[in-house]
């Protein structure tokens, strides 16, 4: 991307904060999430954005948002809104039946939304709905903010000044994933900064499943930021699958965090589709005994992308299990990053814990950081973790070719079957066709791009 | 069918095929048998052009045509077949989807439409009941935690779907016990005909109990160094290689 200007970080920085007040007086009057906002903004202005120098943000530098410049808090949409809609119903979507939540810039669009009435037994409000009504605070405001932390976590204090969009869901323990739900969010390219927020409450014992898909309109330059925080309790299972196909100009932040309580069992895909920087941070903590969490990861990159997965389990009590497996595609001069920490406390003992993390790289200049680390305070664990570097195997590549198939074609079934393993794990199957379909479209692109494969 | 002449062929700059002659005709099944480190893996890797064989002298005709200047999946196309000894084990790409790439990309080398899945199921189906291989095979990722004789079994699946001109099996009864040889050796010799040559490569004299060949061939230092009828193989078990090797 070729801009004359660049801006520098501190000065985004600086126009976020400035912003601040004319972002208020949007709110409703008697948003009561005001003070909180105003806390978050002060807590944003003493961290400022993160920076090289900090170690988790060493291989990632945010100059990157200098080439666009500056992201508006409050920039409407310029595109018309019959656009827009033709534009979200030809999006492929997942097959079966969803209830489905679709935002447009941070707001909710009930026209393009699909709920069930009677049957669904999730409870869900958009989350500017919910902080709007007073009335519907206090279970937010009993959650919110306890995990994403607004004193060491920069952006997530700049989510929490400006969070708009996104949903706060309660799902009952009489909600046996019924129906699973689609929260689709789409930037249209109005150079803006979005922060949606998820806050999800799995009730225990229940069982659902939700499928969280960001994308961009075209070569749409947005900064989103956003932040999902998900509360499992006692035996609650929940699987969250994020889809992320953005263009490959906008830039993303994201932090999911979990908390689980005993017994829980969540299962959290993360697929990267796109984006010119792209940064997903993921913390679960296994608060209580027998929580388990499969955590799968998924990056696919090519020519002017980085790409960075940062994720930390925390296994605080006993007999809990962990299983992670993160890959990654990069092709041309594209830069990934995975960090993966484990942390197993002196509690934690007959902790089950694996990460794995294999990337393979299409191209010479392609170049991937990978960190997996372990941390076990308790003695009687199982756990394992490691990471890979390499091309695609020529001895698979000989075996395809000896049974007549191209060489640029066994290339690509087996840059193919490495993805699949990741999509395999998707527990929900449309989702895992959908899937299927958007990384192959990605890997097609690569081939018309790059020529590597 | 296949015609070798004076190949000499060498690895990480050591010479392992040292003026190799073999004329294999339409409809015959030679055997090539030898000790090991005598060159008959390097002699089926040269015919499947695997990277890393270098061929510093000879030529090698298939129909007509000079073999060594074809890409591995040309001459796979072509109707050349190497049954792996070691077959790789491919994660996350299914049997089924494989098999139906390749037999694909020969069917239209030949000119023949391409199959759909359910034409492809039909026809996998059933030469899957010739090697007894269960279904659940088909599913599963590329001889990834399959037994050795279930590799085996899907390099001769493979065989039959393709129906090449000429296969070459590699120690195809390494680590094989007894039924699985049974099955394997059933499912090349249904493909016998007095139109597809085969080259069987084997330490042991047990395959060509099963396989039975028009000719026996003996390498060792890179050379074919005898060649006889099928009683040659039952020589060679009662007498050892020390026996030819002593004699020339």
Known sequence: ?453 | MLEIKNLFAQVDDKEILSGIDLNIGAGEVHAIMGPNGSGKSTLSNVLAGRAGYEVTGGSVTFEGKNLLDMDPEIRAREGIFLAFQYPAEIPGVSNDYFLKASLNAVRSHRGESELDAMDFLEISREKMKQVEMPDDLMSRAINEGFSGGEKKRNEVLQMLLLEPKMCVLDETDSGLDIDALRVVAEGVNALRNESRSMLVITHYQRLLEYIVPDKVHVLSGGRIVRTGGSELALELEEKGYGWIEAST
């Open chain 1, 1 to 453: 991307m070729k801009t004359a200007h660049r801006t520098p970080v501190a000065d985004l920085t600086k126009g976020w904060v400035s912003e601040f007040q004319d972002f208020l007086e949007t709110r409703p009057t008697h948003d009561p999430s005001k003070e909180l906002r105003s806390l978050a903004l002060s807590h944003f202005q003493e961290q400022g954005m993160p920076h090289r120098k900090m170690e988790a943000w060493r291989n990632t530098p945010l100059t990157l948002l200098e080439e666009v410049g500056l992201f508006s808090t409050t920039s409407a949409s310029k595109r018309p809104k019959s656009e827009i809609s033709e534009w979200v119903e030809a999006l492929e979507k997942p097959e079966g039946d969803w209830q489905r939540l679709v935002f447009i810039d941070g707001q909710i669009d009930p026209g393009l939304s699909t709920l069930s009435d009677a049957e669904s037994e999730m409870e869900w409000m958009a989350f500017d709905a919910a902080l709007a009504e007073g009335s519907q605070y206090a279970p937010i405001q009993e959650r919110l903010g306890q995990l994403a932390d607004l004193k060491t976590d920069a952006l997530a204090a700049l989510n929490t000044a400006y969070m708009q969009g996104g949903v706060y869901l309660r799902i009952p323990a009489s909600c046996q994933n019924e129906r699973p739900l689609h929260l689709l969010f789409v930037s249209t390219g109005s150079g803006s900064l979005r922060c949606p927020r998820n806050l999800v409450v799995a009730e225990s014992g229940s069982q659902s499943s939700v499928l969280v898909e960001h994308t961009v309109m075209d070569e749409a330059h947005d900064l989103t930021n956003c932040v999902t925080e998900l509360f499992l309790a006692e035996n609650a299972q929940l699987q969250w699958t994020v889809l992320e196909h953005a263009s490959e100009s906008a830039i993303r932040f994201s932090d999911v965090h979990a908390y689980q309580a005993r017994d829980s069992r969540l299962s959290l895909q993360l697929l990267t589709l796109g984006g010119r920087l792209v940064r997903n941070n993921v913390h679960v903590a296994l608060a209580d005994t027998g929580a388990e969490v499969d955590l799968n990861g998924l990056f696919l990159a090519s020519t002017g992308q980085l790409v960075d997965h940062h994720t930390e389990i925390n296994h605080a009590m006993p007999q809990g299990r962990s299983q992670q497996l993160h890959k990654s595609v990069l092709t041309g001069n594209a830069r990934g990053v995975f960090r993966g920490m484990i942390n197993v406390s002196p509690h934690a003992q007959k902790t089950n814990s694996s990460l794995s993390n294999p990337n393979l790289l299409l191209s010479d200049q392609a170049r991937i950081e990978t960190q997996p680390q372990l941390e076990i305070y308790a003695d009687d664990v199982k756990c394992s973790h490691g990471s890979t570097v390499g091309q695609i195997d020529e001895e698979a590549i000989f075996y395809l070719q000896s049974r007549g198939i191209g060489r640029n074609h066994a290339k690509q079934i087996l840059t193919r079957g490495f993805i699949n393993e990741i999509c395999d794990r998707i527990p929900n199957k449309n989702v895992q066709k959908l899937a299927y379909g958007l990384t192959s479209e990605t890997l097609e692109s690569f081939v018309n791009k790059e020529e590597t494969i």
